[in-house]
């Protein structure tokens, strides 16, 4: 049993369902009230300085800030978090899909202290969910201005590329939020990664292994015991290998059946 299995046995019950969608709902509200003028964005923006001034709430209400854009593409960006959040606590399971934010947000507001005078927002938790979830959906099709279908891989990877120009060329308190973003997705996914890593090397090196004997041979992949015929002279022929002789012995047609058994 994996430390998530036992995680989720002793505190699988506290795993809050539909988790995107309340999310989403919080934003929503968030932005309604913003549109009419009922709520200040200065409200929910975290800076660690003054939640330790107690502005506590601001731990909290950072997360419920939609995105900085027009009615259209804050529609569109809460229903594409909505779904892919949904996709990956259903693969998931509520509770590993509720830890993943949670270590999200964690490393979000922890690493936000070394900074605490930079203001904090949920764009790169937001992000992480996004990263997962083209992870485990590579070609999955988004209609990339709402008229151009692109598989999600490739905007994952423009993602990553973005994030590692910004981690290069970007201020400190930029770093460890980009820190923050991806340490949920590798904490999750950095063992997939190691075996599909370890698994391509593993093939790489068995076809140098293959094509290297090919070249040896001549291109000759099977040759008769016998009388030496090979699928390179008589590509025509079943070759075939006898279970009786010791070690691989390959045989034509003609021999496979009648010769005298290889014992060592």
Known sequence: ?????????????????????????????????????????????????????????????????????GFIFTAFALYMFYLMGSALEHYWGEFRYNLFLLIGYALTVGLSFL????????VFLAGSVFLAFAYLNPNFEL???????????????????????????????????????????????????????????????????RVTTLAETGGVRHRCRVCGKTDVTNPELDFRYCSKCAGDQCYCPEHIFNHVHVTE
């Open 1 to 69: 049993m994996s430390f998530l299995d036992r995680l989720e046995r002793h505190f699988g019950r506290f795993a809050v369902p539909n988790l995107s969608l309340y999310f989403v709902i919080g934003q929503v509200a968030v932005f309604l009230g913003l549109q009419v003028g009922r709520l200040e964005p200065g409200w929910f923006v975290f800076i660690p300085q003054l939640a330790l001034e107690g502005q506590w709430w601001r731990l909290a209400t950072f997360i419920l800030m939609p995105p900085p854009t």
């Open 115 to 122: 900074a605490p005078m930079w203001p904090v927002t949920n």
């Open 143 to 209: 209609a990339l201005f709402l008229i151009l279908p692109i598989r999600i891989k490739w905007l994952a990877l423009f993602t990553w590329l973005l994030y590692v120009y910004n981690f290069v060329v970007g201020s400190g308190p930029e770093r460890l939020q980009i820190l923050a973003s991806v340490g949920n997705f590798f904490v999750f996914f950095s063992h997939d990664i190691w075996l599909t890593i370890r698994q391509r090397r593993r093939r790489q090196a068995h076809e140098a292994e």
